[in-house]
């Protein structure tokens, strides 16, 4: 069974600029997730999809950064404009399912390898 | 909200050792996940267990619900199970996102 797939996995960008990072789940996971991770701290969740409806984003930075699932598949997530303090990793994750009962584990979330993006 | 600490924050062993990770909840949780994130930035789910006990390979994981804790052990360490172990859990009052630990950073020695 084929993981989580980022592309790219590298992008330096300038301030100002934008970039796009793209995502495609594991087939057949209804949740997808988009988190940030600073060096030396957790990820953060930005944005969690069920299917291609949004189900949380109340952490997303809306006025520079957007995320679609348009055919509740793959995924994207454009940051515009960059700044500095976006450098960070950007992890996908899917998971078979939002939540369910306790116990089900079809919340288990696994993760791509991350696009590590550097704003200069 | 749900507050998670993880300790110890820093782990120094010889390959061979064996060590327990522990994560502290503030409230109960229902989806409790361990993941070990690698040298690499690669984050493997290592456990998805929200109660009870759970053994895989030289990894084990038990988590008391009603005492809002969660440990994981390591037996055997060897020099891949360096890097930095995080635990997450989230309940219907965090939306069940996901709320993380700031993990444990492990390095075994050869």
């Known amino acids: 069974e084929a993981g989580v797939a980022q592309s790219p996995r590298y992008k330096i960008i300038e301030k100002r600029q934008s970039v796009a990072f793209w995502c495609n789940p594991i087939?057949?996971?209804?949740?997808l997730y988009w988190y940030q991770q600073i060096l030396g701290q957790g990820p953060k969740l930005l944005i969690q999809?069920?299917?291609?409806?949004?189900?949380?984003d109340s952490q997303l930075p809306k006025d520079r950064f957007s995320a679609e699932r348009l055919k509740g598949v793959d995924s994207t997530l454009k940051i515009q404009p960059a700044k500095l303090e976006d450098s960070a990793v950007y992890l996908c994750?899917?998971?078979?399912?939002?939540?369910?009962?306790?116990?089900?584990?079809?919340?288990?979330?696994?993760f791509g390898p991350g696009t590590r993006l550097l704003v200069l | 909200g749900i507050q998670v600490e993880q300790s110890p924050p820093d782990l120094i062993l010889q390959e061979g050792a064996n060590s327990t990770l522990r994560c502290n909840f503030s409230?109960?949780?229902?989806?409790l996940q361990w993941f070990h994130q690698n040298p690499w930035g690669q984050l493997i789910n290592l456990f998805y267990?929200?109660?009870?006990?759970k053994q895989n390979g030289r990894l084990s994981a038990t988590t008391v619900a009603t005492e809002r804790y969660s440990l994981l052990y390591i037996s055997s360490s060897q020099t891949t199970d360096s890097g930095v172990y995080f635990c997450?859990?989230?309940?219907?009052?965090?939306?069940?996102?996901?709320?993380w630990g700031a993990g444990t950073k492990l390095i075994i020695k050869p």
């Open positions: 994750a899917s998971s078979l399912d939002r939540w369910g009962l306790r116990g089900t584990g079809q919340e288990t979330q696994y």
């Open positions: 087939s057949g996971h209804a949740t």
């Open positions: 999809f069920q299917n291609n409806g949004v189900v949380d």
């Open positions: 409230d109960s949780v229902n989806n």
């Open positions: 267990i929200p109660s009870g006990t």
């Open positions: 997450a859990g989230g309940s219907l009052d965090s939306n069940y996102q996901l709320i």
